[in-house]
């Protein structure tokens, strides 16, 4: 018996996997109903009898959880290494396949989160947010037609890279050149993302000081710092934040009350003021 | 602003497909429709109002830039924010009388998402726990040696859970919206001392949006320089986002280059070990 997964099957198993690798997501299992029913079509076409095939898909009951864009790679290697294991080679047996995937989820989740949702997305938004300025619902139709294509066009893509080039299509991706391409893709977004800040963040002082009996306040302390640095109080709470969410390793949330504490305070003695009226 | 109750379901609706484990697909739900930019359009277009929505849209989409959700632990609810934060925030701008471009408008918009996207995260647990049920039936199911009722398990079954935890919360809120802003109008005056803190929180939230995602960028001091780069070109230089994502495609490409020729010298062999050791 040597069986080939046909393309039909291929592009279907991938549709599941595109469509429903969260659908029914629980604390518990994750990802691991997505990644079943991924297989099935799969498993269905390899396996004559029934028995082959429940035991086939009980391979990949075990638990599954990364980042579900990058991670097709991962639902291809195993199509590939399922077709291998359906056609009799050595070595490929449930232990083997879990191996392998438990081995990359982890890398996988890490690259996934930080280059696809921590850097790709947050450009495409940056730019998006720059051409919706002034309320145009263009940013917004530009974003849900990049985006949708890249996410769509790039996970086929390493479904069936992953397919045809089973474990080797992960060297691609950790390897010495992925990780080439990884830092130049980061440094772009650390680029971009300052001037999204600097774009759409606006933190301002309303503090004044007048001398007695003048008229003009003789500091104004925005201005000062626009002549330092053009969004220097923007900057400086930033990198506060960042201070305290990455040294100090306080969650975000805790920091969004230190916040709300630090406007309470900041309004009370007139560093911060709206200028709020009906 | 009245939201009737068929906008209201519309946007349930939405709210069902959008949310983090989503019946939109991870891409197309939870990564577009979620997103407070996209959820400002859809809520623009049912509403009646493109511009307001888009805007408030905007001023979310700061804070919750990098939600990123490492190992399926959220901090704040997309579903939550994008479908009601911004129909909510949009009906109080109206109230207010607040331009939903001005600073005001952008600070109180924030501040309005971010409190409803963080007691959504009760959602998110919701619907994850309920999915736990039909999980069950997943799995006794193969236990038995039936593998037809896997597919009905993975995408039928988990709308019940987002009827629950995605529609009815959001139909309720939209519709319960209006008369709670009256309200809360009439208690908190605009230049009193709550209202300063809430529009000061909102101007100081994005900062937080952004610091996560510096968190993840930031390994070593100089990729600080690269943010300040940007920030520069930005707020000194007065360049629009488009043009700074071009100049930093340039330096990307020139780190690129130096990498591979990095790598290509590593590879060819001991002669440049011998010139380190010089150095």
Redesign the interface.
């Given at each position: 018996m040597n069986k080939k997964i046909s393309k039909k099957t291929l592009t279907k198993s991938f549709h599941k996997w595109y469509y429903g690798n969260l659908t029914c997501f629980s604390q518990e299992h994750m990802q691991t109903f997505g990644y079943l029913c991924a297989m099935l079509p799969i498993v269905e076409e390899l396996y004559d009898t029934k028995e082959e095939q429940l035991k086939a898909i009980h391979t990949y009951t075990a638990f599954f959880n990364t980042e579900p864009q990058l991670g097709a790679v991962i639902v291809g290697i195993t199509a590939g290494l399922e077709e291998a294991r359906a056609a009799g080679t050595e070595d490929v047996d449930d232990e083997a396949i879990n191996g392998l995937r438990a081995g990359l989820m982890g890398p996988i989740a890490g690259i996934g989160d930080s280059l696809v949702v921590g850097t790709v997305i947050p450009i495409l938004l940056g730019i998006a947010m720059g051409m919706s300025t002034g309320g145009s619902p263009l940013g917004a139709i530009f974003y849900i037609i990049v985006w949708n294509l890249f996410a769509y066009f790039g996970m086929r893509f390493i479904f069936n890279k992953g397919y045809d080039l089973g474990g080797k299509a992960v060297e691609f991706l950790v390897g010495e050149k992925g990780e080439a391409i990884r830092e130049s893709i980061t440094m772009l977004g650390a680029i971009v993302i300052g001037a999204v800040a600097a774009s759409w963040v606006s933190v301002k002082t309303a503090f004044t000081m007048t001398a007695a009996g003048a008229e003009e306040p003789f500091l104004v302390l925005q201005d000062t710092f626009d002549s330092v640095y053009p969004g220097f109080l923007s900057a400086g709470v930033i990198v506060f934040c960042w201070y305290l969410l990455a040294k100090k390793k306080i969650s975000p949330l805790k920091v969004m009350l230190l916040l709300v504490v630090i406007a309470f305070i900041g309004v009370l003695i007139g560093f911060f003021d709206p200028n709020l009226q009906y | 602003m009245e939201i009737s109750w068929l906008q209201a379901a519309i946007l349930g609706l939405f709210a069902c497909l959008s949310s983090?484990?989503?019946?939109g697909?991870?891409?197309?739900g939870?990564?577009?429709l979620g997103?407070p930019?996209?959820g400002?359009?859809v809520c623009?277009v049912v509403l009646g109002d493109?511009?307001?929505?888009?805007?408030v849209?905007?001023a979310m989409?700061?804070v919750y830039?990098?939600?990123?959700t490492?190992?399926?632990t959220v901090?704040a609810d997309v579903r939550a924010v994008s479908y009601i934060g911004i129909p909510l925030a949009m009906i109080a701008l109206k109230s207010?009388?607040l331009d939903?471009?001005s600073?005001?408008g952008q600070?109180l918009a924030a501040s309005f998402g971010?409190m409803v996207g963080?007691l959504g995260t009760v959602l998110f647990?919701g619907?994850?726990?309920i999915?736990?049920v039909?999980?069950h039936i997943?799995?006794k199911s193969?236990e038995d040696?039936d593998?037809s009722k896997?597919?009905i398990?993975?995408?039928v079954?988990?709308w019940i859970s987002h009827i629950i935890c995605s529609f009815i919360p959001v139909l309720i809120m939209c519709k319960m919206g209006a008369p709670m802003v009256d309200l809360i109008k009439e208690y908190l005056p605009?230049?009193g001392?709550a209202?300063?803190?809430l529009?000061?929180?909102g101007?100081?939230?994005?900062?937080?949006g952004?610091?996560?995602?510096?968190?993840?960028?930031?390994v070593k001091a100089s990729?600080f320089v690269?943010?300040?780069?940007?920030?520069?070109?930005?707020?000194?230089l007065g360049?629009?986002?488009?043009s700074?994502?071009v100049?930093?495609?340039t330096?990307?490409?020139i780190?690129?280059r130096i990498?591979?020729v990095m790598?290509t010298k590593k590879a060819s062999g001991s002669i440049d070990v011998d010139d380190e050791e010089d150095i």
């Open positions: - | 983090m484990p989503g019946l697909g991870t891409s197309f939870n990564y577009t997103r930019l996209i400002g359009l623009g493109i511009q307001s929505g888009i805007l849209g905007i989409q700061l830039i990098a939600l990123v490492p190992g399926g901090s207010y009388g939903a471009a600073l005001d600070s971010t963080t647990y619907t994850a726990t999915n736990l039909w999980q997943g799995w193969v040696g593998l896997l597919n398990v993975n995408y079954l988990p605009m230049d001392l209202m300063k803190t529009f000061t929180v101007s100081l939230l994005p900062c937080v952004i610091a996560i995602l510096l968190k993840q960028i930031v990729d690269m943010f300040f780069l940007g920030f520069t070109l930005a707020a000194s360049i629009n986002l488009v700074a994502t100049i930093a495609g330096f990307a490409i780190n690129y990498k591979m790598i």
